[in-house]
């Protein structure tokens, strides 16, 4: 729940156990609990599945290409505040927890920084995505991790499992953070992204993100 930024503010509104439905599934709950299957279910509810998960975003206005779509960038609602206050030239006094969707946008309209090292920038954006995001590909190779674990009649099993995420998600906190330094500073604190810095930072997410997919297959 932690590793995939589910943890409330309030201990009462964070979930024990949360449940990822077939796709075709529509699941409530009432005087007993209830599924129906539907293949032409709307998807008006919550879920991980593609047609919950892919949204679209609209931009246009100064310094935005006019590309057209584009159905290849990765990016989630995080990703809009940091992009706009870039095209608007403002920045917030707190980190952003998403970066700058450099890929739709007219380099010479970006931060210096940014587009001096614009290879380096978008590289590191990507990995950043995968792996702290909760969609990213270590969160979703998470889900079948934990859904295997929690499964299991060991509480031997069941309790190094729980180790192992915990020590998993502080590893992935922690190189999260320095990686949002980086593009934070890069965006709005005309910070240089040294190729060396990036170069490692990339190294240890494409690792970390490797590794979770590992504890996934082995768990099935």
Same mark, same amino acid.
Request: charged share 20%; no cysteine; net charge negative.
């Given at each position: ?21 077939? /796709?075709?599934?529509?699941?409530? +709950? ?8 539907? /293949? ?9 599945? =593609? ?10 206005? =100064? ?5 057209g779509i584009d159905d290849t960038t990765w990016t989630d609602? +995080?990703?809009v505040r940091p992009t706009i206050l870039a095209l608007a030239?403002?920045?917030?006094? $707190?980190?952003?927890?998403g970066r700058v969707i450099v890929e739709q946008l007219d =380099? ?36 079948? $991790? ?11 099993? $069941?309790?190094? $499992? ?32 040294? =190729?060396? +810095? ?23």
């Amino acid at each position: 729940m932690k590793l995939l930024h589910m943890v409330s503010g309030d201990p009462l509104r964070t979930p024990t156990v949360v449940s990822w439905n077939e /796709p075709n599934a529509w699941v409530q +709950t009432g005087g007993g609990a209830a599924v129906s299957i539907n /293949p032409r279910f709307a998807w008006m509810h919550g879920g991980i599945q =593609p047609e919950i998960a892919n949204t679209w975003l609209g931009l246009v206005g =100064p310094g935005v290409n006019k590309g057209g779509i584009d159905d290849t960038t990765w990016t989630d609602h +995080t990703d809009v505040r940091p992009t706009i206050l870039a095209l608007a030239g403002l920045k917030d006094d $707190y980190l952003h927890d998403g970066r700058v969707i450099v890929e739709q946008l007219d =380099p010479e309209g970006l931060p210096e920084e940014i587009e001096e090292r614009l290879d380096n920038y978008q590289a590191l954006a990507i990995a950043y995505k995968q792996l702290n995001a909760p969609f990213g590909e270590l969160s979703l190779a998470s889900i079948k $991790y934990s859904t295997a674990l929690i499964q299991t009649d060991s509480p031997v099993a $069941y309790n190094s $499992y729980l180790d192992k995420m915990a020590d998993f998600t502080a590893r992935r906190d922690a190189l999260a953070g320095k990686i949002k330094e980086v593009l934070e500073g890069a965006a709005f604190g005309d910070a240089e992204i040294r =190729p060396g +810095t990036a170069g490692s930072l990339l190294g240890q997410a494409h690792g970390l993100i490797a590794e979770m997919k590992g504890l996934a297959a082995a768990a099935h």
